[in-house]
């Protein structure tokens, strides 16, 4: 099971009609790291209007919760949910902070302010996709390892260590659903010269 989540904690600001908005994002493992995240942005942001968040965590059985603070019910932590259901990222915690100018938004321009300060946010912290990978060590001949590093570029796997003998040892990490055919196209190129020892699953950026 694969998920995406942000590649960085970020923050971001912008004007609305006088309402200064700041998206602050953080990547988040549990509940502990979203109360340290939480208190730290409200003590910075200490005299702000409202300080508005919602925030996922968990795999297969991910929490999820959101927070007006303050705002008309449904204009303020839901929209900021919303872009995170919709950007389909995991274990991370958006809070957005608002000054209020004196100009009122209205319902509308609420919902459209805090999407907007969501969005920024994810934006500038990056997505990385995390894939459901399986790790295999592959004993290969020395005059076969050049066409199965091509190999292995053309699978994006990653090498996570090479270890040189009277053979080569490659340590790799393979999306799980292209290991069979990846093994395959290995047996073809090395004539079936060769040994793979899958050594189970793990959870990697490729």
Known sequence: MGFKTVAQN?????????SKFIASVFKVENQREVNIFL???????YDAT???????YGIEYPVQKYSDDGEPQGTAGLPVM?????SNVSNV??????YFGGILLGASGLVRAYTQAATLGL??????????????????EYSDFDKIRWLISRYNAI??????????????????EEVDEFIKKVSDITSGNFLADRKGTVLRVI
Do not use: M, P
Request: proline share 0%; charged share 35%; hydrophobic share 45%.
């Open 10 to 18: 970020v923050r971001v600001e912008f004007i609305e009609k006088k």
């Open 39 to 45: 208190e730290q942005v409200r003590k910075e942001f």
């Open 50 to 56: 409202h300080n508005v968040y919602a925030y996922t």
């Open 82 to 86: 919303e872009v995170i259901r919709k």
């Open 93 to 98: 915690l958006i809070i957005v902070t608002r």
């Open 123 to 140: 934006e500038k912290a990056g997505i990385l996709e995390y894939h459901e990978c399986e790790e295999i060590l592959l004993s290969i």
């Open 159 to 176: 090498i996570e260590k090479i270890e040189y003998s009277q053979i080569v040892d490659l340590f790799l990490a393979i999306k799980k």
